[in-house]
């Protein structure tokens, strides 16, 4: 018997799109899934991990190399291969217009499920993925996290002899998350399953038994977790900075240092990858501030090997001046935003419950919560997107129910999916962006001239928005949304689908935007972004749970050092909780 | 703001929307060859095949008469290119065939007696057979038939009768069908594509979230919206241009009218039309069902416009309901204009309802396209 | 492809999925059953040139009884209806104004030139309305010279020969009776070819294909389940049509209805064939959309006869229309419903039709492919 479910060995594929130089999605490509385990391929955004799912399961064909899967050649035998493994594609196809239950019926009947099969493993589907109360709604009208677990529900009406999910968490909330983990690990353990899943999130990684870590079509590492972790042995500190001294701003010093790998603020903390375990950066030296030694993970692991790949060409973010750093308590500045008594209903399901907040000049803001917490609705009407149900509202001193367009002079908007023109090329966007806003034609060339450097898009003017890599789409997003030098930045969801590289410089781009007086309003599903944030808050069910510095809350909730992820889990569950008792 | 900086300031909003949306549509090259072949191609094939007038129509004969004066009515058939003779046939038991099958679409029987009942001085029918499977060309056909008779007749009285007929046809001497079709295919085209991307204008940005990204810029809707107008309305024209040149120098059919009236025409049509495109864009949650009511609306609009068949052989009730047709007012307008040079005097009454629909449609296109962003 | 349990049972499945859809998407019945409706009705009573009640302006510069006598036949005929007016620039401007379409004007001394056999009548005509203006001109002209006629019988009689027009399979020459087959042809190319290469864009479009790929399902299933809610929809606008024309219009079933189905439903296959060969070419909604409207809808309309009779048309477009399956299904279905079973016609158009059906389904099958790009 085979001990492996999928052995594919110098797998290549190559694209040639018109009229552009060909792209070597996979170039010489080992991998081996061993049988009942689960296996995860990580890599950045574009690293081809899609082009090898999609191989895997015969949608595409590979250039060179062999490739078995379930014992079978996928090339001589696809449809027998695609008789034997359940597929979540990352965009899973759930028609929008059917029920739950009859995309549940339509895979079941495609899989040629018994009607006796079906009951029970419905049954327990539905139990798992929390689905059970909801099995008449139509899958359009569920919240993101809901879609992504009916589409894994879909996936597993049977028990496939190999599951393949291609990120299947993208979007989704921390809790669902956690239960979408649970019920993998369950099906692993219960059924043998055998299970290659691809993912963004290190923690999600090394919850698996094998690892392998793909950039830009190639394979750079493979291993267990453990053995991964061990590359950053050693190079791994945390640094407490004092009170008085913002951690982005620290943070975004250190990454700005020759012998920093990677640093990210976690827990209150900074934590630091040097590039040797001696090294001690400038900025520690001049404070005098201590690195404390940590035990690496393998998101360290994982950055070391980005950073060895591409010897990164590490792109040079104008630094602050020091006295930015020091922490000016943005609760003392001047209000942006206010809030009281906010309302949204749509019929009569309360979106948003009366929600009273004030957002301050300069203020990193986050707004979180699962998916279908409210955190949308209140982020579109703070947009002026959509109209308050009731309760007052001013942006920028401005009454929203009385000027809208006025407001909107003032602010600047990043969309959570890509939304500017994908026809258009970098610079007529931003040239149709600038002139909306009103710049002339002199401020608007200068302007344009200074955004483009600033977010590295000059060498890519001419190119069409929709064919650049996600990293550069959401610079540009970023570019076109400060043309005008706004008071106010919202970013839904702004890093989402974007690589761990790319969301660092993104991050230091906010650092200084906020330290030269922008206030910034965020969503985010990557619970670690908090860190950056000022202050906090949280919604559930439409209702605000906490609102806070990320240190206050982690007091509040007596869990000091731990990560936002935990933190927020902990409120949301609570919450619940109380909830239910309520009742 | 002073009033002029306001000025300004909507002008230089105009300007980038309408920039922006012209390069979006015209970036892609299959757009650009959508927009520009099938408007050649149609206009080309259309004006071939939107042909009313006898041409060569194959017919059989039955000449049971055999005499001088059968073969001298036959005679007049033969001088025309309108006819083409098929068969000569000796009875008349070989017609059902020929009919049926398709071969030819007209017989003309001549009875054994034809010359004796002449002679005698009485009248001598002929029968005309006619294929009414295709009963434009058959009606047509069977009244050239007569006519051709009637004028045999005079003939054969040696001197012309008492009476001389004068016709003259106004605008179109020869009666040509086809200069009727084309000055409608300059509205027609245009309509179609008009429709079509004011419809799918607003619906595709909102599929790919790029209309929220306008809405939180200080656009006003009432921006927006002539943004969103302006393009269509602009490509729309530029077809129509097209198609006129084809019409007055491809096919030289007369231009009698002046380009300036016609020009206005054209731009209080697309108006309308936009105004329509541009409703059914704000109504619809996605493109497919733009497609949908595009379509739905669309074909009985162009059916009912008089393009193919006159209005006045409608009905009452459909006459009525082409009342909110703005196609039916620009196909009798250009019409009137092209052939017949009619100034803006003579066609006020179709740019009233014009202007009636584009100041129905724009405002409910402004108000739903602001209150459906949910 | 082995049809076996497993097959049905997927293909059962998605048929169902398909039909859900259908039926909460309101927009495709729409497109299935009300523009069907529609059509019949505009095109039955509102497409029509058959020439009535032409508006026509009669200036009667003499007043004699024999002047009258002459302009008699427009009363009470149901081709014209006719206004006195006194004078010929009255008459030019009514007719400049399109409230007439045709003038008769009897100069004076009409009657006393009749006997000298100088008399003259003018006609004018408003040539904007071509086909109008022919048959009116057809009209007036038979009028007036088988009044003529009438006087010379009187005085020298020299015989002469009259037309007696029959026209075949459409006594009462009715608009109606040719256009339902005409409509029946746009329903089933609508249906068949719109909502088929739409329906099939939008799961290449929406990406939900890929889910759909990675399952036992077989392409042939995958395409055949995909189509059938298509091709009932269409079936069901076509009997619609049919009950229609048969009650509205008394719409004559002169060949066999089996067969008139059995066409019928040929040509749909062909219509869902080129849908899918649409929508594996350009996967995108908009552009399967636009080609359909392009390669299908108007050539159908203005091509295959239906509006525009095909032996008065250039060589070139005889030509074009001949690559039209449309062409041959149309002349097949006005053969059957007016005509009656004529077998040579009825071979030929269902061989050529056959030929088209398996060409375009072969194309389609061999496009759609389990891949992604």
Known sequence: MRTAVIEAAGISKTFYPKKLPPVAALQDVNLIARTGQLTALIGPDGAGKTTFMRLLCGLMKADAGTLHVVGLDVAERPQAVQDELSYMPQKFGLYEDLTVQENLDLYADLHGITAAQRQERFARLLEMTGLTPFTGRLAGKLSGGMKQKLGLACTLVRSPKLLLLDEPTAGVDPLSRRELWEILQRLVQEEHLSVLVSTAYMEEASLCQDVYVLNRGRMLAAGTPEHLCRLAEGRCFSVLSPASFSLRILQSELLRDPCVTDAVPVGGRVRVITTTPAAVPAILKEHGWKKEPVAPRLEDAFMILLHQDAAQERQAVPGLSRTDGLIVDPLTQPVDIEARDLVRTFGDFVAVRHTSFQVHRGEVFGLLGPNGAGKTTTFRMLCGLLPATSGYLSVAGVNLRKARTQARANIGYVAQKFSLYGSLTVYENLRFFGGIYGLTRRQLERRITAVMEEFQLTEKADYVAERLPGGYKQRLSMAAALLHKPKILFLDEPTSGIDPLARRQFWQQITRLSAQGTTIIITTHFMDEAEYCDRIMIQDKGALLVLGRPDEIREKLHLPGADMNAVFIAIVEQARQKGNEGI | MTFFETLALFGQHLRYLCQKELITIFKDPRMQFMLVMPVIIQGFIFGYAANYNLDRVPYAVVDESHSSSSRDYLARFSGTTSFELKAVLGNTSELGDLITSGDVIIAIVIPQDFEDVLSRGGTAPVQVIADGRNSSIAGIATGYVSQITAAWNESRRGSAGPITIESRTWYNPNQITRWNFLPGLIAMISFVQVIFLAGLSIAREREQGTFEQLLVTPLSPLEILIGKAMPPMLIGFAQSAMLYLIARYWFAVPFAGSLGTLTVIILVFMLSSTGIGLSISAVSRNMQQVLVYVLVLMIPMVLLSGIATPVRNMPEFLQIITYADPMRFAVDAVKRVYLEGAGLAAIWRDLVPMFLIAAVTMPIAAWLFRHRTV | ?373
């Not at chain 3, 329903?187 to 329906?199: E, I, Q």
């Not at chain 3, 229309?321 to 009825?346: D, V």
Request: hydrophobic content about 50%; charged content about 15%.
């Open chain 3, 1 to 373: 492809m082995k049809l076996n349990r497993h097959s049905l049972r997927r293909m059962g499945a998605l048929t169902r999925k398909e039909f859900f859809q259908l039926m909460r998407d309101q927009s495709s019945l729409l497109m299935g059953i009300v523009l069907p409706l529609i059509l019949i009705l505009i095109m039955g009573y509102g497409m029509s040139l058959d020439v009535k009640n032409v508006p026509t302006a009669i200036v009667l510069e003499d007043p004699s009884p024999t002047a009258r006598q002459m302009v008699n036949f427009t009363e009470g005929s149901a081709y014209f209806s006719p206004v006195y007016v006194r004078s010929m620039r009255t008459a030019e401007t009514l007719l400049a104004q399109h409230d007439v379409d045709a003038i008769i004007r009897v100069p004076q001394n009409f009657a006393a030139d009749v006997n000298q056999g100088t008399a003259k009548v003018q006609v004018i005509l408003n040539g904007t309305e071509a086909t109008t203006a022919m048959s009116a001109q057809r009209y007036i002209e038979a009028a007036v010279l088988t009044w003529e006629a009438g006087l010379s019988v009187r005085s020298a009689s020299a015989g002469q020969a009259t037309t007696v027009s029959r026209i075949w399979f459409n006594d009462a020459n009715t608009s109606a009776w040719f256009f339902v087959p005409g409509i029946l042809m746009l329903v089933l190319t609508t249906s068949g070819v719109f909502l088929t290469s739409v329906v099939m864009a939008r799961e290449w479009e929406r990406g939900t294909f890929e889910s759909l790929f990675v399952t036992p399902i077989k392409i042939g299933e995958l395409i055949l389940a995909k189509v059938l809610p298509y091709f009932v929809v269409a079936v069901f606008g076509m009997i619609l049509c049919l009950i229609a024309g048969n009650v509205l219009y008394d719409l004559p079933m002169r060949g066999s209805l089996i067969l008139l189905i059995g066409v019928s439903m040929l040509y749909l296959i062909i219509s869902l064939g080129i849908g899918l060969v649409i929508s594996a070419l350009t996967k995108n909604q908009f552009l399967a959309c636009q080609v359909s409207l392009m390669i299908s809808f108007l050539p159908s309309v203005m091509l295959s006869g239906f509006l525009f009779d095909l032996h008065s048309q250039p060589l070139a477009i005889q030509i074009i229309s001949q690559f039209l399956p449309t062409t041959y299904y149309l002349q097949l279905m006005k053969t059957l419903f007016l005509a009656g079973n004529y077998w040579p016609l009825i071979i030929r158009n269902g061989l050529i039709l056959l030929g088209f059906a398996i060409l375009f389904i072969g194309l389609a099958f061999r496009m759609t492919r389990k891949e992604m790009e």
